[in-house]
């Protein structure tokens, strides 16, 4: 019964397309596209008794009559239909080599070859070989709207899916997971899903590094429209994971460790860099020369808590950016060994060095800047930690200015709480920063601007400076200050470790029974006061009423420090505090030094008095309501 019906219907059928043959044979192409459409949705109908051989004829014969009306997006939309019901693949082929394909091959070899020109001139495009474009295995069919192509598969003969060249979805940036790294994308071959990447990364000035795994689709579309860098810039393109493998081994490129798996691809992509940075790792295998941030641990007799934060460090998954240096000044006592641990680590990313004897806290610090590769120096304390999980943030920061970046001051968990805030080169820079960092972990300074300015150099050369001799990272703070934009963050880098006893030069106060650091005495604040001064006035962009400026601060700094040792160890013996407290103040405010090394105006003198005395004020009344008195 079913097999008679289908017959009759096929009948129907081809009584049905000779009457369409008609009307168009007559002009009048209107009515005989209603008649098409009706035919369609009869055999469309789920009740409908037909065939493929039939369906096919229907949907050719439409699209046929299509392609004369110059209907070009419903005609491939019937033919698509037709070829999937069986219609002959010869005759469709015939019809496209000459009415899509050979009137174009000239342009398309033009194309296709000026777009792979443009991806190896802007190095976009890192291949196993070349692929000529007449063994592509696609044609693009043109619909005859704008960059819109349908795929034609050469040896299946098969008409596949419709494409726009190159288009993309404009989509808000996502939060990356790394804020420093840049992108590895994984894709099978879409143009729009890649550029729609692309031009999001494009936005947060990223790179975005591209493995196409099925690159012969995706190259087969650059036959359809030419590329430019509107449409594509800062990529990397590869054939295969083997492609991105071998690159990134050969380079010193930064690894992109934000992945966007388009063509979810378990965990390969995750596997690709591991594999990488495991690689790189390997001291023969490390290239070095584009360190970013070089981190830097002065220690001495505390190698346990040295070693700690090495391992530590090594946790981190960056390599090419990173490097660790760690200088043992001479320690002699019991952590020695842990010392020697360090020196025997494989990791290419450590560099270690000891000196026989002590050298000093300065020699030490100069000692890990001058072995220090990256563009930024940070100095860590060997008993803090560095916080890996907010690394990422500081890199960034540090990478979207390395030319104009001087100092940064990062925070840390109760000693050094920064603000964010950006403060110009020179003047505002010096006032907003100088001073305000006994503690020493957690600074990040521009390696180039102190090598230039020969900032070890200079320490190395005035030890007799008691600043430079216990505080010299305070000194190359003033220096860099001069040549580059001061930032502040409240990110907290730093993770303080608890105190460990340290190895000073100690003097007596009181009735002798009471012992402190010298630089924690009040003769070694008034020191370091007049130590100050004399760096002030060394710097190349001091002038009269800067310097004027920058002993306001240090007045109050210095006097503010003696508070502290008053409260910390001079209430500890018979002497009268607030007499300490004042004659420091008459010291910083005697008038004839004030007109031998800051100004000879009498009238600068007393405008100057105004603000110091007020902070003398201030700290007296502190002390007064501490001591009682």
């Known amino acids: 019964m079913k097999k008679n019906t289908i017959q009759h219907n096929r009948q129907q059928i081809s009584q049905a397309l000779y009457e369409i043959d008609q009307l168009l044979e007559s002009g009048t192409a209107d009515l005989a596209i209603d008649r098409y459409i009706h035919l369609v949705n009869i055999l469309e109908e789920s009740t409908y008794e037909s065939d493929s051989n039939m369906k096919a004829d229907v949907y050719s014969s439409f699209a046929f009559s299509l392609f004369g009306m110059s209907q070009y997006e419903y005609f491939f939309e019937m033919l698509i239909k037709a070829q999937n019901h069986g219609y002959s693949q010869e005759k469709i082929e015939e019809i496209l080599m000459a009415a899509f394909i050979e009137p174009n091959l000239q342009e398309y070899q033009a194309v296709y070859e000026a777009n792979i020109q443009f991806l190896q001139s802007n190095g976009f495009l890192s291949m196993t070989k070349n692929i000529p474009v007449e063994e592509l295995p696609y044609w693009l069919l043109p619909t005859g709207n704008a960059d819109e192509y349908y795929l034609y598969h050469k040896e299946n003969k098969q008409i596949l899916e419709k494409i726009v060249l190159f288009k993309f979805i404009d989509i808000q940036p996502v939060p990356p997971s790394d804020a420093f790294a840049d992108y590895l994308i994984v894709e099978n071959w879409s143009w729009t899903n890649i550029l729609t990447c692309t031009n999001t990364i494009k936005k947060e000035n990223k790179k975005a590094y591209i493995v196409v795994k099925e690159i012969e689709k995706w190259l087969s579309c650059l036959q359809g429209a030419l590329l430019n860098k509107d449409i594509l810039s800062n990529v990397m393109i590869f054939d295969s994971y083997d492609g991105a493998n071998n690159y990134f081994k050969q380079s010193n490129a930064y690894l992109p460790r934000n992945i966007v798996d388009l063509a979810d691809d378990a965990n390969n992509p995750q596997l690709l860099i591991d594999n990488i940075h495991a690689y790189r790792l390997d001291k023969a295998n490390r290239a070095g020369d584009r360190v970013l941030l070089s981190i830097c641990i002065p220690s001495f007799n505390r190698g346990s808590r040295a070693y700690d934060n090495i391992k530590h460090l090594m946790g981190t998954y960056y390599d090419e950016e990173i490097e660790f240096i760690i200088s043992n000044n001479g320690t002699e006592n019991e952590t020695m060994d842990f010392y020697a641990k360090i020196g025997q680590l494989d990791d290419a990313r450590l560099k270690y060095f000891a000196f026989d004897k002590n050298q000093g806290f300065a020699i030490n610090c100069s000692k890990v800047i001058d072995m220090a590769e990256g563009k930024f120096v940070l100095l860590v304390s060997d008993e803090d930690l560095v916080n890996l999980d907010v ?4 890199m960034n920061m540090l990478n979207k200015s390395t030319e104009t970046i001087a100092l940064m001051r990062t925070s840390s968990t109760t000693q050094s709480r920064q603000l964010d805030n ?7 820079a010096l006032l907003k920063y ?12 521009n390696n180039e601007i102190l090598k230039k300015h020969k900032g070890t150099e200079f320490v190395k050369e005035n030890l007799d400076n008691s600043v430079c001799y216990w505080y010299p990272h305070m000194f190359w703070e003033l220096l860099v200050c001069q040549f580059g934009v001061a930032l502040g963050t409240s990110i907290n880098l730093i993770q303080e470790g608890a105190v460990e006893e340290a190895d000073y030069e100690n003097i007596s106060i009181g009735d002798g029974s009471i012992s402190i650091p010298y630089y924690a005495s009040v003769k070694g604040r008034l020191e370091q006061y007049s130590d100050f001064l004399k760096l002030f006035k060394n710097l190349e962009i001091c002038n009269p009423l800067l310097l004027r400026k920058m ?6 700094k210095t006097l503010f420090l003696v508070k502290i040792s008053i409260k910390k160890y001079y209430n500890k013996t018979d002497t009268n505090p607030l007499a300490i407290l004042e004659n420091s103040y008459k010291y910083i405010i005697d008038k004839d030094e004030y007109r031998l090394k800051i100004s000879d105006n009498p009238k600068s003198y007393f405008e100057d008095l105004v603000y110091i005395e007020k902070r003398y ?5 502190e002390i007064m309501s501490l001591s009682n008195v």
């Open 391 to 394: 690394l990422d943030q500081i």
């Open 422 to 428: 950006t403060a110009a080169a020179g003047e505002p």
């Open 617 to 621: 004020n201030d700290l007296k009344h």
């Open 434 to 445: 100088m001073l305000t960092s006994n503690y020493m972990s957690g600074i990040i300074y």
């Open 551 to 556: 002993h306001i601060i240090l007045c109050a």
